[in-house]
């Protein structure tokens, strides 16, 4: 009889649940509302009654499941409790108690970073590397610390937040968390679009992204492209990128770096950029490590949510 496990990768406006079975098969993957009125208490009993649905749906008894994960958009300490999850609106809430008092199965709960690490270290970029760094490059930085297969979740959940390593002593603008010259000013999305406006204000040459409304993926595709400006931003936002992850990596020793988020869509070509001031700054003795690309997407959460259940 095959076993099963459901992962919820749970949003601000959605949450995405998985059922798998327990050899990280994809059985059936839904979304539902999230509802966040009241303090976003009715978000966990209803994810509850959908994996409830789903069971009865598909003739699955409580002692065919595992459990059930869920990654949260906050910090979460190994007891389950959320310190805050502003787009949920919760504060001090133990996710674990109150989904397990909702569901009756045994639950995990981690943040959503995290637990996305944790699925690309399972079936996504890192698969068959124990010792992972995911580092995602969105709006901002994200990461998530796989140590021994297992999530380094750190004292209040925090562990892996590397988007705020301080980076640039000089920083004149501010970053979201109140310091400056962190990490994710210069290697996030928004961190790519601010190096080229600086760039680009620089110098009088001309570039296919001068007076245009660009995003991100222009300024790679400009640069593969043989843009000379454009080459000149991504060869700076590459050294920030590789100084970054070297700090990183210079503290948690991984066998594999897995870049994932809407800036490593440019490729490949990101590996060559950060390179040179990756292997520049990082510790001698962690300097062998392979690179790789995210590979579930939007999934990762699902996937890590449920490997939390099979520790
Ligand atoms: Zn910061």
Sequence with gaps: MARYVFGVDLGGTTAKIGLLTEGGEKVDFWEVKTRTDNNGEF???????????????????????IGAGIGVPGAVNVDGLCYQAVNLGWERYNVVNEFHSKLKLPVKAGNDANVAALGEAWKGGGQGYPNMLLVTLGTGVGGGIINEGKILTGSKGSGGEIGHIHLVDDEPDKCGCGNHGCFEQY??????????KRILAAT????????????????????KAGDKVAMDIAKHYGYYLGKGIAITASVVNPEIIVLGGGVSK????????????????????????????????NDAGVYGAAKMLLY
């Design 43 to 65: 978000i966990l009993g209803d994810i509850a009654n959908a994996i409830r649905d789903k069971m009865k749906e598909k003739n699955i008894d409580d002692s065919d499941v």
């Design 187 to 196: 290697a996030s999305a928004t961190g790519a679009m601010r190096l080229a």
């Design 204 to 223: 009088d040459e001309d570039s296919v992204l001068r007076g245009k409304d660009f995003e991100c993926k222009d300024i790679f595709d400009a640069a």
């Design 266 to 297: 440019a490729g490949e070509m990101l590996f060559d950029l950060l390179k040179p001031s990756f292997e520049e700054f990082v510790f001698p003795g962690c300097k062998d490590v392979k690179f790789a690309l995210a590979k579930l997407g």
